[in-house]
T-cell receptor, first 115, second 112 residues
Framework: GAGVSQSPRYKVTKRGQDVALRCDPI?????LYWYRQALGQGPEFLTYFNYEAQQDKSGLPNDRFSAERPEGSISTLTIQRTEQRDSAMYRCASSSTRSPYNEQFFGPGTRLTVL | DQQVKQNSPSLSVQEGRISILNCDYTNSMFDYFLWYKKYPAEGPTFLIS?????DKNEDGRFTVFLNKSAKHLSLHIVPSQPGDSAVYFCAASLNYGQNFVFGPGTRLSVLP
């Protein structure tokens, strides 16, 4: 079956531009998570949703970062006025309340490079 | 300050032998732990989990041990196979999975 998909897979942008990263979770998964992963590090939590409600955004680094999931399915992570320090792999994951393990299924990620 | 630590960035093991990957955490309120495996150019995939009410969970060749008093968990793979070569992430959460904190990962190489 289809897993979590993310687009674009690679994004190169100039400093100061806005970017929008898309996540398409596994169909029917209630929870959706956004992570940022620096090279050689584990995923760092940014925010998560249950259905369309943003439950926790404590990991968003500053107000240039925002996320939405308006219909409880696809989610968009937006970074405004990008800076070079925003360069990283951005990963999305989804999970189902029916899973006994609460495991998160990760997408392939979007590698963002800010020049 | 890292709440979840994996102090060995890499580990090499001979095929057929045991691989032991270690993870330490600082927050005694963590109640649920997972291990993820990641191949190059792919997202992490779930491997095995353990809740804080247990001290061991086994699934085939994979066993996770939890020592709450030491705030330490370990993943044992036996026997190790070349296909196990990957980066392994330990993750911990509060409230049984609401918000996971990941360690930096350990790269395991299983040599044929």
């Amino acid at each position: 079956g289809a897993g979590v998909s993310q687009s674009p897979r690679y994004k190169v942008t100039k400093r100061g531009q806005d970017v929008a990263l898309r996540c398409d979770p596994i169909s029917g998964h209630v929870s959706l998570y956004w992570y940022r992963q620096a090279l050689g590090q584990g995923p760092e939590f940014l925010t998560y949703f249950n259905y369309e409600a943003q439950q926790d955004k404590s990991g968003l680094p500053n107000d240039r970062f925002s996320a939405e999931r308006p219909e409880g399915s696809i989610s968009t992570l937006t970074i405004q006025r990008t800076e070079q320090r925003d360069s990283a792999m951005y990963r999305c994951a989804s999970s189902s309340t029916r899973s006994p393990y609460n495991e998160q299924f990760f997408g392939p990620g979007t590698r963002l490079t800010v020049l | 300050d890292q709440q979840v630590k994996q102090n060995s960035p890499s580990l090499s093991v001979q095929e057929g032998r045991i691989s032991i990957l270690n993870c330490d955490y600082t927050n005694s309120m963590f109640d649920y732990f997972l291990w993820y495996k990641k191949y190059p150019a792919e997202g992490p995939t779930f491997l095995i989990s353990i809740s804080s009410i247990k001290d061991k969970n086994e699934d085939g060749r994979f066993t996770v041990f939890l020592n709450k008093s030491a705030k330490h968990l370990s993943l044992h793979i036996v026997p190790s196979q070349p296909g196990d070569s990957a980066v392994y992430f330990c993750a911990a959460s509060l409230n049984y999975g609401q918000n996971f904190v990941f360690g930096p990962g350990t790269r395991l190489s299983v040599l044929p």
